[in-house]
């Protein structure tokens, strides 16, 4: 909590030792203060090893020689005294010279559990080298391989054995009042499929950037897997398996157990935001349901990626040269994110005027059977049937060849979990039928599957078979991409249409507002701020997102935005005098509120 006033608390250390101080923080303070001054005493008064073996505590090589005596570290660590910046360097210098992503990852899993400020000062400050490495792509390795790489433990673990202790559990966290926790069953990782309790590598993951991007205490933050069994053949076989070894339990069993989470961590944790996470499809949309009106909570791949990918979609349409109202929009894959994607941009599109019947009449949704439409002849899942169209006259298309063909989009979006995909000639007759309507005019092409072995093109595809003329984002980051001809160098600029563009901003704004619910409009402001949350430069270079070195930046005027949609909504908790104040000096002050709110690590 370095943004607290820290000397306003010596000042109450001068004047009272450190007994009193709790009281007079619990009167004179709010709830990030007393944290803050609880965290003081406790650093003070604990000593030598206690302090190194702290993650929170541990300032490596930068203790001062006087907190060296009186800490009694004297020997216990190395003589040299350095700032962060050259704690920076070495972590770097190690990070560089390791040879695989898993490698890089677990050097950054050790500093992260052994010192909290270098962890995070390295996760901002090189945030595009490292992000990488915490999060998507190498986290779908990690989670692969979770089995072998086990050291510690960094989540909750419940399992279905344990329905009947999940109270005991949530209490048994070692953190008091966890504001934002990411839950998981494992079922549907990424694009990698069922892992089973190895799909926790995602909550632990997320909640990292949630820290990094959005400043939530590392302390109040939660990862939980639920363990439910596996489909996951290969795990249940491995017999270094941690998860539960059995196949996965009927959804209405976890339905119940689901139900049973949900009431113990409200009951445990009144103030947690719950984010939903991983979860295949129809439990994801279930559960979303299900929740959405009696707990604090979002599902981060159907809303979180369907806000992302609309902030994308309206600054592609921007730059694309098709007008908003000729926009068609293919998708292919209709799990929850595709159909999460498409029903954020109908509400884009009822939003600027259209009927909710046209705006939905500009989706055409494909999923393994071919084009989604009501008279296919199999049983539909829930989810697909409000996109299923009816205007294929009877006729079936089964491949997205043929869809292409058939409706002539403007944009193609891709959520299949499939490499490779998107071929040559499917993205070229995406650009015929672009180029079709007039000159001058760009393909939108959103490959967003994670991780990038399950990206539906790459970068490099999409800018050599549109000509350069691709508008592109993906769920993983790919490489500035630069064509030479003659002298000349052309370089193109992919952008990274992840979630973790909103997600901490949503999460960070609903904790603040202290929002009762997580409202459908709350999400959709995001991806608004978002889109509008470009710079001059950013502009420039045609992207469509901020660059990932300015997520924290984003995310606090996303946050900033579900706080303000939070009241609107009528779903805030603050006092009303508290938004009476922010209503009259407007949105700096509350960005100000917002900025001391939030964690930053301490620099040395
Ligand atoms: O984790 C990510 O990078 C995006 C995401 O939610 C997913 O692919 O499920
Ligand atoms: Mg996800």
């Excluded at 997600?503 to 704004?509: A, E, K, R, T």
Aim: glycine share 8%; net charge negative.
């Amino acid at each position: 909590m370095s943004s607290v006033d820290i000397s306003t608390i010596e000042e109450a250390m001068k004047m009272a030792n450190l007994d009193t101080l709790r009281g007079y923080a619990q009167n004179h303070y709010g709830e990030v203060q007393q944290y803050a001054a609880t965290e003081y005493i406790s650093q003070n008064q604990a000593l030598g090893y206690q302090v190194l073996n702290e993650p929170l505590w541990n300032k490596g090589l930068s203790f001062t020689p006087e907190q060296r005596v009186s800490k009694n570290l004297t020997g216990l660590i190395p003589h040299v005294m350095e700032d962060t910046s050259k704690q920076v360097e070495r972590a770097l210098k190690m990070i560089r010279t390791r040879q695989t992503g898993i490698d890089k990852y677990l050097y950054l899993s050790t500093l992260k559990s052994q010192n909290t400020d270098l962890f995070y000062r390295l996760l901002i400050d090189h945030a595009k080298e490292m992000m990488p490495l915490v999060y998507t792509p190498t986290i779908g390795d990690v989670c692969l391989q979770y089995s072998t790489l086990y050291t510690r433990p960094e989540a909750l673990y419940i399992s279905i054995k344990q329905r009947k202790s999940i109270r005991t559990i949530l209490k048994n966290w070692p953190h008091p009042n966890p504001e934002i926790c990411v839950v998981t069953d494992g079922s549907r990782i990424l694009g990698l499929g069922d892992l089973g309790v190895n799909g926790v590598g995602i909550p632990i993951g997320k909640l990292a950037l949630y820290t990094a991007a959005a400043g939530i205490h590392p302390d109040r933050t939660l990862p939980i897997v639920l363990d439910c069994g596996t489909a996951n053949e290969t795990n249940l076989k491995d017999p270094l398996y941690l998860g539960l070894r059995q196949k996965r339990i009927p959804v209405s069993e976890q339905q119940e157990f689901m139900d049973e989470f949900m009431e113990a961590a409200r009951e445990v944790y009144p103030g947690m935001v719950v984010q939903f996470e991983d979860f295949e499809s129809e439990k994801a949309f279930n559960y979303l349901d299900r929740y959405r009106d009696s707990y604090k909570c979002f599902n981060d791949d159907i809303q979180g990626t369907g806000a992302v990918v609309l902030a994308g979609y309206i600054g592609a349409v921007n730059l694309s040269g098709v007008p908003i109202e000729e926009q068609r929009l293919v998708f292919m894959g209709a799990g929850s994110a595709g159909v999460g994607v498409a029903k954020q941009l109908v509400e884009y599109y009822t939003k600027r005027g259209l009927s909710e019947a046209a705006a939905r009449d500009k989706f055409w949704l494909v999923d393994t059977k071919g084009l989604v439409t009501k008279d296919r002849g199999d049983k539909l899942a829930d989810h697909k049937k409000y996109f299923a169209r009816t205007d294929n006259n009877g006729h079936q298309f089964r491949t997205l060849e043929e869809v292409i063909e058939y409706v002539k989009p403007s944009a193609l979006v891709g959520l299949t979990a499939t490499f490779g995909i998107f071929t040559e000639s499917i993205i070229r007759a995406l650009k015929a039928s672009v180029d079709a309507g007039g000159l001058g005019r760009r393909p939108i092409l959103f490959p967003l599957s994670n991780p990038l072995t399950k990206a539906e093109c790459t970068f490099e595809q999409a800018v050599n078979w549109t000509d350069g003329t691709v508008l592109f984002a993906s769920g993983s980051p790919f490489s500035n991409y630069s064509v030479k001809t003659g002298d000349h160098v052309q370089t193109y600029y992919p952008n990274q249409g992840n979630n973790v563009y909103v997600f901490p901003g949503i999460g960070l704004g609903a904790i603040l507002a202290k929002a009762t619910r997580v409202t459908d409009d709350m999400i959709y402001t995001s991806a608004a701020a978002l889109a509008g949350a470009l710079n001059a430069d950013e502009i420039h270079k045609g992207l469509i997102y901020p660059r990932i070195e300015r997520v924290r930046e984003a995310s606090i005027i996303v946050a900033r935005e579900v706080m303000k949609s939070a009241r609107r909504e009528g779903v805030s908790a603050l006092p009303e005098s508290q938004w009476l104040e922010w209503e009259e000096w407007g949105d700096p002050a509350l960005t100000k509120y917002i900025k001391e709110h939030i964690y930053d690590p301490t620099t040395l």
